[in-house]
């Protein structure tokens, strides 16, 4: 992915109203946004970017403002109109009119979501109340799960690693309310005292529901969630694809789990012809089920609680979404306050019903002509790679073989699907926005569980087309640009090209390099997970990829935390690739074979520029903090001018010198792709 999701509290299995402000240009680069007093080859983040970041203060219910904000407040705009037109005029029952704006009419329904308090909740916490057993629980546990609440684990359906035309299922740790296992297990002071707040959290919440022993309570579930924080896997080696890849028929689960039924589970979600699956991380499972008997049944009812308040809140009644955010907003990401409902609103839209408000959004931005334009920019920029990979030193021709063939399969999806996804099965109403969120829950975990043991839908999107975002799937070998990433200024087809592959270009190569990043280089061109490599040719490949470790490692974005290389790697991979492989397809173009100054720039320093743009960013201290703990993408500054001090060509437009910050010695310099 080219940015963090935005839902970094929830953790994937494999896999980021202030308007435009003065000093913006939204279609090119303007001076204004520079910063002359330092130079370029000092701090070219600070040189490309500081006038931005002194005019352009994060608003009040931010925690990161960046060029990607600037997009998608404007993309709010479109999306408000959409859904109020919708609201106003809904259309026949079971349209997509209908759907979208029943959806945002009942979530901007304060009055009537003030009123039912925590009233939603009743009937589940009934249940938990009820609860005699651990059988009890486990039961319960597999009931929610059936229904999409991911209470203890992860679960969704993905390909199967070593057979990437089939979808199987997988079942992922959880259970956990921190962004991280490491947030439980860390020793340090700022750790301590973020463990405490999230006690006080839950303690308040838990009071919210009318728990008069609240505080106990906050206790149980900290150190259940601790017991499941420590037999979860950290990040780095989630990242290695093996670790998630354990498959075990039914009854081989059942018996690693004895008290936690998969046998029921899949029965419960109507598949019971299912024969096995992944239990992605054994040994998280095996200690929550022994947990089930060595826990007493109230800790349990206390943590059961937790998760389903700590889940609804946010379409709950006004304390509930104050609590809410007061953690995760702003202990977490250090925003000063919540977004207006309507932006809550739409963002919920976004995240149920996306793709019936995406069939909209793409009406108004992205004409069918757009698409062409952009596939254009993808086709230079594989002939600028497969140029790269024929010229590289370090790999031999057998291992260069077989990535021509994975590279010659890669498909590449722009602006939306040729087939949108079909919600016909799912019902919105506007009586309640906590229910439609539940109803489409639901959905969702029935889409799952439909596609298991079946052929891939290749047509699938991963992100909505107003997502400003991009990703790769390794499993599929295909890099997808949602609509909202192809806008200006990434890309405009009236730009000169050094704003274009600067921009856009550089993005559509990050997502291809990550073809063949530490992950991604361990899947096929079939999308299965099969080594392509000669051993030589891997060892070549890890000594250049730490290297890069190395010089991520050193860096210090907040307070004492160092960035972690290895967490980061594949996107820092992706970046250098990216950016180098979009400087050698501009290169092809004519501006780039020539010397033009425009507004006083030569074509090379614009596209650094352009490229420094898409990364201008401003990080609360919280937020950066989050990230650099639990986030596989290291903070712009980094992705700004580490990957271009590994750039000669960068050195040469701006005549850096050696011994400049942004010049890294000849030993130090990385080339990867
Ligand atoms: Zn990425």
Redesign the pocket.
């Known amino acids: 992915?080219?940015i963090s999701s935005a839902q970094i509290l929830a953790p994937a299995l494999l896999l980021c109203a202030a308007g435009a402000t003065a000093h913006t240009n939204e279609h090119g680069l303007d001076p204004r946004n520079f910063d002359a007093r330092t130079p370029a080859c000092t701090d070219f983040f600070q040189h490309a970017d500081g006038g931005w970041l002194a005019t352009n203060p994060i608003p009040a219910e931010y925690s990161t403002w960046s060029l990607d904000n600037e997009i998608g407040e404007r993309n709010t705009a479109i999306l408000k109109r959409i859904l109020e037109a919708a609201a106003a005029h809904p259309g026949a029952p079971g349209s997509a009119t209908q759907k979208i704006g029943d959806f945002y009419a009942a979530a901007m329904d304060e009055g009537a979501i003030d009123k039912a308090g925590y009233a939603p909740l009743q009937t589940d916490l009934a249940a938990i109340a009820a609860l005699k057993s651990p059988a009890g629980v486990a039961a319960l546990i597999v009931a929610w799960q059936a229904r999409g609440d991911d209470m203890l684990f992860d679960f969704e359906a993905q390909p199967d690693l070593r057979n990437s035309g089939t979808d199987i299922a997988y079942a992922g740790q959880g259970g956990i309310g921190l962004p991280d296992r490491d947030y439980y297990l860390r020793d340090d002071a700022k750790s301590k005292q973020l463990r405490g707040q999230y006690h006080q959290h839950i303690e308040r919440m838990l009071g919210l529901l009318g728990d008069k022993n609240a505080r106990a309570e906050a206790d149980w579930v900290l150190a259940l969630e601790t017991r499941f924080a420590k037999a979860s896997l950290d990040r780095v080696a989630l990242r290695d694809p093996n670790n998630s890849y354990h498959i075990l028929t039914l009854a081989q689960a059942d018996a690693k789990t004895p008290k936690f039924s998969w046998t029921a589970f899949f029965h419960a979600t109507g598949r019971d012809d299912l024969k096995s699956f992944s239990l992605a991380q054994p040994d998280f499972f095996a200690a929550a089920d022994a947990a089930l008997t060595q826990v007493p049944l109230p800790h349990w009812q206390a943590w059961l609680r937790w998760r389903l308040v700590d889940a609804d809140a946010p379409y709950l009644s006004r304390p509930f979404v104050d609590a809410d955010f007061a953690f995760k907003g702003g202990v977490l990401r250090g925003a000063k306050q919540n977004l207006p409902r309507y932006k809550r609103a739409i963002r919920s839209a976004d995240h149920t019903v996306g793709e019936l408000l995406g069939q909209a959004y793409v009406e108004q931005v992205f004409p069918p002509e757009a698409k062409q334009r952009a596939l254009d920019l993808v086709n230079n920029l594989k002939t600028a790679m497969r140029a790269r990979i024929a010229r590289l030193t370090w790999m031999s021709e057998a291992t260069k073989k077989s990535a021509y063939a994975k590279f010659d399969t890669l498909v590449a999806k722009i602006g939306y699907p040729d087939r949108w996804r079909d919600y016909s099965p799912l019902q919105i109403t506007r009586a309640s926005w906590i229910a439609n969120v539940r109803a489409a829950r639901a959905f969702e975990a029935q889409r799952q569980f439909a596609k298991l043991d079946k052929p891939v839908d290749r047509s699938e999107w991963d992100m909505t087309p107003q997502t400003v975002n991009a990703?790769?799937n390794p499993m599929g070998n295909e890099i997808v640009f949602p609509a909202a990433q192809l806008l200006p200024p990434y890309f405009e087809v009236t730009n000169d090209d050094a704003l274009n592959y600067g921009g856009i270009g550089s993005v559509i190569g990050?997502?291809m390099t990550?073809a063949f990043d530490d992950e991604g280089s361990q899947f096929d061109a079939q999308g299965n997970l099969a080594n392509w490599w000669t051993a030589d040719d891997r060892k070549h490949f890890e000594a250049r990829a730490q290297k890069l470790v190395d010089q991520f490692n050193a860096y210090v974005p907040v307070d004492d935390l160092h960035i972690n290389g290895k967490l980061t790697l594949?996107?820092n991979i992706?970046d250098l690739g990216g950016l180098l492989v979009a400087y050698d397809a501009f290169k092809l173009t004519a501006q780039g074979k020539g010397d033009a100054k425009i507004d006083g720039l030569t074509p090379d320093q614009r596209f650094f520029h352009a490229y420094a743009q898409t990364w201008r960013t401003a990080q609360r201290p919280a937020q950066l903090r989050l990230q650099v703990q639990s986030n596989e993408?290291a903070p712009a500054k980094f992705r700004t001018n580490g990957p271009l001090a590994d750039v000669p060509a960068f050195a040469g437009a701006f005549a850096c010198k050696a011994g400049d910050a942004m010049v890294r010695p000849a030993s130090q310099i990385v080339e990867i792709w």
């Open positions: 992915m080219r990703y790769y990050h997502e990550h594949g996107e992706a993408h």
